[in-house]
């Protein structure tokens, strides 16, 4: 089984309680009420720092990790050519390969600011040749990101049209 291993000398960085406070919340409601249109039977929101929405649907289980954009709003922008996966969530990639669950999927959502609608990314797509370092001129630091092209990704509307 290939499993995500820590990056040596790599920047990890800490938890924000305030980021946290006004992000997790929100961003599990999103993606569960989505779920339950979806036909999905949500089964834990809890927070057990593992994966932030467990559902079931149609005898599959489903694992799905949250993350809020915030600096994304309308349409995204094509010049952004990939999405970027804070590494240190190779950890829950690794967890749920361990898990070895034969009906089971993992999926990463990136949540538009506005909550609309958000990227899927399927597990599968986490692979160690899309891990690479990016210099964060805000943060004055180097962090590694997964890359994943934005065109393989799903774009998916959280809440219905109206």
Request: with cysteine; net charge positive; proline share 4%.
């Amino acid at each position: 089984m290939n499993t995500f291993k820590p990056i040596s000398g790599a920047y990890t960085r800490k938890f924000r309680p305030h980021s946290y406070a006004k992000n997790d919340g929100v961003a599990k409601e999103a993606v569960s009420n989505y779920l339950i249109n979806n036909g999905h039977k949500i089964l834990s929101i809890e927070e057990d720092f593992s994966f932030d929405v467990k559902s079931e649907k149609d005898g599959h289980l489903y694992f799905s990790e949250v993350e809020m954009k915030r600096q994304w709003f309308g349409d995204w922008l094509p010049s952004w050519t990939e999405i970027r996966i804070p590494y240190r969530k190779f950890k829950l990639l690794n967890k749920f390969k361990e898990m070895k669950k034969v009906d089971a999927y993992f999926n990463f959502y990136v949540i538009r600011g506005d909550m609309e609608c958000a990227w899927r990314i399927k597990d599968y797509q986490f692979t160690p040749e899309t891990v690479q370092e990016v210099y964060l001129s805000n943060a004055r630091r180097y962090e590694h990101f997964f890359h994943i092209p934005y065109v393989e990704a799903e774009l998916v509307q959280l809440k219905e049209n109206k």
